[in-house]
């Protein structure tokens, strides 16, 4: 999936807690762009975040962040920033004063730390709001403070963990437009740890998709769609006639509730269902292409993961 | 000349501005965390409630300092020169003996808001991933309530100190008889203050809630005392020698008594005294570098 100079770059990486395996062999490298972890409670997303960011030694392999390795380098973490699922705010100071504070906390002198806090909150939209008590803020409020604090000291690299956990749905969508708009717009690239495929699908460039601890799938999150193209077909009787004319012509065709679907983005397909439905008489109601999603990507990942388990 | 003012403006969006400037690394998040620490324990930055306890206990010493100096100046004014020392009015050896039960309810009250909200808010785990080691955490936190602690134990003697200079009738006679006071107090206000945050520091340590803290450091300080001390005389010989030196509230008195030369009026019946300076300054060293060693090692391996 590398299609540039690699910000991060894990390899063999392996982090056992005892006899528990947190990430078993795992190599994968992220580039600028928006990444999307994706993976079930336990799957390995947060020790792999933690790795990156120096805070755990892997038990064996290696994690390099912007080209220095992650658990030696102490000053590479002002050039990171990260957004943790859980609170993680003060209640009693302003966001103004927080942010002021983390950015000098990540070596910015004072003077450009209070600058770039105004600004940092008016990207994220709190700029009214800035000499507020936390304490007081709504749930999406406090994200956008969590969110702005990775941001304030304008990392190259953002690690975003559940940043629409707890929102509602107005919130969640405010939040990965924000996410889009800090690659976008702010130029910096981001690794977005969810559970939710649909906010992965939505904003990002690319996914890993780890299962068990073990890399399970990763690749640009179009590509994925895409292999997992199909044409939905409805007609109004004679089912099982234009099923059997698709069979003749060699195209499986599977029963999906009132209609039938058929795998493959080959164009050709539409040329056979044409002839088919002729020879079959079957009247069209609709016909569409469906591309499937990542949800159904991750549930077909997860049963390969776990006969290999079970094997 | 004239100029034509528009009644009109126009709002630009100058989008997302890229930072250049310097990073400073490590040393600067150091500071940034003093910084923060000595202004949580000052309540700057917060609202006005924050300010009203450690203020209270800054003036409150203050005061004593005040009210110390008021008291001997009256006494050279009515009784002349010298009055003051003959009636032994207290004075800088005495100040940190009586005044240490503020310091220590002081300590118990403001220390825990240095580390206790950053672990219950979970803040800890936004310092932890940025150019910042638990070990530089909290040495920074330390430091910050330690000047903090200075500074609380500093003041009141220093205007004790102006007073008593100021009120005598011959100021320069006095500044150049009692000039010793000043380092003298300074390095026992030190020593105090060095104890006082480190083991109000390490109590906070151990719980995510500042009353918790607070409460067990109150009962340390000031319960414990009567105890120990009681026990140490009712028990007598070496044995209540070693019990005394269990009244935490008296180690870094007895420091003072040692630096000062003369016994304290809060520490006059301490049977701990009898076991010599060295033993008391070492059992301060003690208390103070163990207790360190624990904070630090709490932090040391502290992960989000």
């Known amino acids: 999936m590398t299609t540039g100079k690699p910000l991060l770059a894990v390899e063999h990486l392996t982090k056992r807690y005892g006899d528990v395996v947190a990430l078993n062999d795992v190599t994968f490298t992220i580039t600028d762009g928006i990444t999307g972890i994706l993976g079930e409670n336990g799957a390995g ?15 064996s392999g290696s994690a390099t962040v912007l080209g220095e390795n992650a658990s030696e380098s102490i000053a590479v973490r002002g050039r990171v920033g990260y957004m943790p699922e859980h609170d993680a705010l003060p209640t009693h100071v302003s966001a103004s004063e927080f942010l002021t504070h983390m ?88 690794l977005f740890s969810s559970h939710l495929m649909a906010d992965i699908e939505r904003t990002c460039d690319r996914i890993i998709v780890l299962q068990g601890g073990q890399l399970v ?42 209609g039938m679907t058929i795998e493959g983005p080959d164009e050709s397909v539409y040329d056979h269902v044409r002839d088919a439905l002729i020879e079959s008489q079957a009247p069209l109601r609709r016909m569409a292409p469906r591309r499937r999603a990542l949800t159904e990507l991750f549930e077909r990942d997860s049963d390969k993961a776990q006969q290999k388990g079970a094997a | ?23 400073e690394g490590r040393g600067r998040a150091r500071r940034a965390v003093f910084k923060d620490g000595v202004r949580a324990a000052l309540g700057f930055g917060r609202g006005g409630r ?49 005044a240490s039960i503020i310091m220590f309810v002081f300590a118990a009250v403001v220390a825990p808001e240095l580390l206790c909200p950053d672990r219950r808010n979970g803040v800890i785990n936004l310092y932890l991933v940025r150019p910042l080691t638990g070990s530089d955490y909290i040495a920074s936190r330390w430091a910050a309530f330690f000047v903090v602690m200075l500074g609380a134990a500093w003041l009141p003697q220093m205007i004790l100190f102006l007073g008593l200079s100021g009120g005598d009738p011959i100021p320069m006679e006095y500044l150049e008889k009692h000039w010793l006071d000043v380092p003298r107090f300074l390095a026992a206000g030190t020593a ?35 105890f120990t001390i009681g026990l140490a005389l009712e028990i007598g010989g070496t044995a209540g020698q070693w019990i005394s030196m269990f009244t935490l509230t008296s ?15 809060i520490t006059d019946m301490a049977p701990a005294r009898e076991l010599g300076p060295t033993m008391l300054v070492s059992w301060f060293f003690a208390w103070t570098f163990v207790a360190g060693a624990v904070l630090w090692w709490r932090y040391r391996r502290l992960a989000p």
């Not at chain 2, 009055?83 to 005495?94: F, G, Y």
């Open chain 1, 103 to 190: 950015a000098e906390v990540s070596g910015l002198p004072p003077s450009m730390a209070r600058i770039r806090a105004a600004d940092t909150l008016r990207h994220v939209g709190l700029f009214e709001e800035r000499y507020r008590a936390i304490g007081g803020y709504s749930t999406g409020m406090k994200q956008r403070v969590k969110l702005g604090q990775a941001l304030v000291h304008d990392p190259a690299f953002v690690f975003l963990d559940e940043p629409t956990a707890g929102l509602d749905p107005a919130g969640r969508e405010e939040m990965l437009t924000l996410i889009r708009k800090t690659h976008r717009e702010f130029g910096i690239s981001v």
């Open chain 1, 45 to 59: 997303k947060s020790t792999a975040i933690k790795i990156l960011l120096g805070l755990l030694q892997p038990t």
């Open chain 1, 217 to 258: 799938q990763s690749g640009e999150v179009g590509q994925f769609t895409k292999e997992t193209e199909t044409v939905f077909i409805e007609v109004d009787s004679n089912r099982e006639g234009l099923m059997a004319a698709l069979e003749k012509r060699g195209i499986a065709a599977i029963v999906d509730g009132s």
């Open chain 2, 251 to 265: 180690i870094p008195v007895h420091v003072n008594d040692v630096i000062f030369g003369e016994v304290s009026e």
């Open chain 2, 50 to 98: 924050a300010k009203i306890l450690p203020w209270f206990f800054i003036t409150a010493l203050s005061a004593l300092g005040l009210i110390f100096a008021i008291v001997a100046g009256a006494a050279e004014r009515l009784g002349g020169p010298g009055a003051a020392e003959q009636m032994n009015l207290p004075s800088h050896s005495d100040f940190y003996g009586i």
């Open chain 2, 1 to 23: 000349m004239s100029a034509k003012l528009s009644s009109s403006g126009t709002v630009f969006d100058i989008g997302y501005r890229s930072y250049t400037g310097a990073r």
């Open chain 2, 192 to 226: 105090m203050a060095a104890y006082t945050t480190t083991i109000a520091m390490l109590t906070s340590s151990f719980t995510t809630r500042r009353a918790y803290a607070s409460v067990f450091l109150v009962g340390l300080f000031v319960i414990m005392a009567p």
